[in-house]
C-alpha cells in the first residue's frame, strides 16, 4: 500500500521505516530540510539501537523516500499517517495541538473522499472527533483515525516491528479495513488487535502511561518510606513483584521518570480531564508527578549530605545525562537536572554519557562533558550514577577508587552491585537503601 508518514521525529522515523519494512511505499515528510537530507541520506535524528539499519536498508529497497514538499503528500497515497509532536503548552499543563491541527489543515484541501488521516500523535481525548469535524466540511469522505504508538526509546524498532497490540481508533467500517491492511503481516503473526471509537483509543494511550508513571512514583514513594526506618526498597520491590498481579517491571525504585512522554502526558491528562468535569477522576497523577519531582530534590539532599553540606571546591563526577540507558534523549532527564543542580549548588560538575552528550551540552552549556568514564571521576570529592547504562554497571570499582578523591558514589538508579563497590572500599548510598551494619 501506499501512504504518507508527517513528521520524522522518533515516531514517525521509526514509523515509516517500519512500513516500508513490511513492504508499503512510504513517503516521509517533514518541514526540516536539515533532517530530511540527513534522513534521505540513511542518517537518523536520533539514536536508537538498530534505527540507521533498518533505515538504510529500506531506503535502498527504495520503498522508503523523504522529502520537504507538502504538495506533493496528498497526490502520493490516500493514506497519512500523523506522526508530529504535541508538547507540553507552556505554562500551562495542557498538550500543545497547534503541529496536528496545521497538518490536518494543510492536508484537508488536497483530500479525496475516502482518503484517511490516520493519528499516532498523543492527543488528548476527543481530538480525533473534533478535526473530523473540522474535515467534515473541509475534505468531504475523507476520514480520520487514532492509531496510537507505544514504542519505548531504546526499543523503538523492536515495539514498532513487534507490538505488544495494535489499536485503531476509527469512526467507519473503511477506516478499519485500511488499517487492518496495513498491518495485515503484524495481524498474521497474531498481535492482538483493538478495534475501537476514536475517544477509546486516545485514552488507551495516556491510561498507559498513566498506569506506567503510576508504578514507578509508587516504589519510589515506597523508598521514602523505606529510608524513614532503615528498609530496603530493592528487596521490597522484588517481592512485591513476585506477586504475579502486581509483577516486576516498572517497580525499579530511584531517580523517576522523565523524557518526552510521561511527564507531558500525566499532566496532560489532567488537564483535559479537568475541562472534561472529572479532574477528580485523575487528580492522583499530580501525586505521582509530584513524587516523581521529589526524587531529583531528594538526590541532590543526599549529595549535599554526603558532601557535609557545601560544594565549595569539591568535584562531582555525574554518570549519566541521558534520560534513560540506550537514549540519548535529554528531554526532561532526571540526570541532568540533578547535574543542573549541584553545579548552582556550587559543585565543579563533570558529566559522562556515552550518546547524549551533544544534547546534553545543548541543554545545559555550563557543565563540563567528557565521553571518559576515568576522566568524569578524576580528583572526584562524589560520584553519582543517574542513567543506568549498562557500562557504568561494567566499570571496575577498584581501579576507579584509585582516581577519586574520595570514593563514595551515590548510585540514584539503584543499578550497581553495592555490595562489589563496598568491598572495593566504596562508601554506597542509593535510595530506599540502609547503609549496611558495622
Ligand atoms: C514511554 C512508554 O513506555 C511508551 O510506551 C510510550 O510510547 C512513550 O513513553 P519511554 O519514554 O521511551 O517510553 O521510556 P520508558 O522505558 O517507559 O521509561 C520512562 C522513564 O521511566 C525513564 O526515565 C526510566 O528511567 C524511568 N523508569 C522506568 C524508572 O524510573 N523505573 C522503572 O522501573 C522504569
Known sequence: ?????????????????????????????????????????????????????????????????????????????????????????????????????????????????????????????????????????????AGIAWNPEFLREGFAVRDSASPERIVVGVSSAHGESVLRRIYAPMLRAGVPFFRTDPNTAELVKVASNSFLATKISFINAMAEVCDAVGADVVTLAEAVGADSRIGPRFLQPGLGFGGSCFPKDIRGFMARAEELGVGGAVSF????????????????????????????????????A??????????????????????????????????ALDNARA???????????????????????????????AIDPVALALLVREPVVLDARNALDAQLWRESGWSVHAPGRPQPQE
Open 1 to 141: 500500500m501506499r501512504m504518507t508518514v508527517i513528521g520524522t521525529g522518533y515516531v514517525g522515523v521509526v514509523h515509516a521505516a517500519t512500513m516500508a519494512d513490511l513492504g508499503h511505499e512510504v513517503l516521509g515528510v517533514d518541514i526540516d530540510e536539515d533532517r530530511i537530507a540527513a534522513l534521505a541520506d540513511g542518517t537518523p535524528p536520533v539514536y536508537e539501537p538498530g534505527l540507521q539499519d533498518l533505515l538504510q536498508r529500506t531506503l535502498a529497497s527504495g520503498r522508503l523516500r523523504f522529502t520537504c514538499d507538502m504538495s506533493e503528500v496528498a497526490g502520493f497515497a490516500p493514506v497519512h499517517f500523523v506522526c508530529v509532536g504535541t508538547p507540553q503548552m507552556p505554562g500551562s499543563k495542557s498538550a500543545d495541538l497547534r503541529s496536528v491541527e496545521a497538518v490536518v489543515d494543510g492536508l484537508a484541501p488536497h483530500l479525496h473522499p475516502g482518503d484517511l488521516i490516520v493519528g499516532k500523535s498523543t492527543v488528548p481525548v476527543g481530538t480525533a472527533v473534533r478535526l473530523a469535524e473540522r474535515l467534515r466540511t473541509r475534505a468531504p469522505g
Open 285 to 320: 497523577l499530580q501525586e505521582v508527578d509530584e513524587i516523581n519531582t521529589r526524587q531529583r530534590v531528594r538526590t541532590v539532599d543526599l549529595a549535599t549530605r554526603l558532601v557535609g553540606g557545601d560544594f565549595a571546591g569539591l568535584n562531582v563526577a555525574v554518570l549519566g
Open 322 to 355: 541521558a534520560f534513560k540507558p540506550d537514549s540519548d534523549d535529554v528531554r526532561d532527564s532526571p540526570a541532568l537536572a540533578v547535574a543542573d543542580a549541584l553545579q548552582r549548588k556550587g559543585a565543579r560538575v563533570r558529566v559522562h554519557d556515552p550518546e
Open 363 to 393: 541543554a545545559v552549556p555550563t557543565l563540563q562533558y567528557t565521553l571518559d568514564v576515568p576522566k568524569a571521576c578524576e580528583e572526584a570529592d562524589l560520584v553519582l550514577h543517574l542513567t543506568a547504562w549498562p557500562e557504568y554497571q
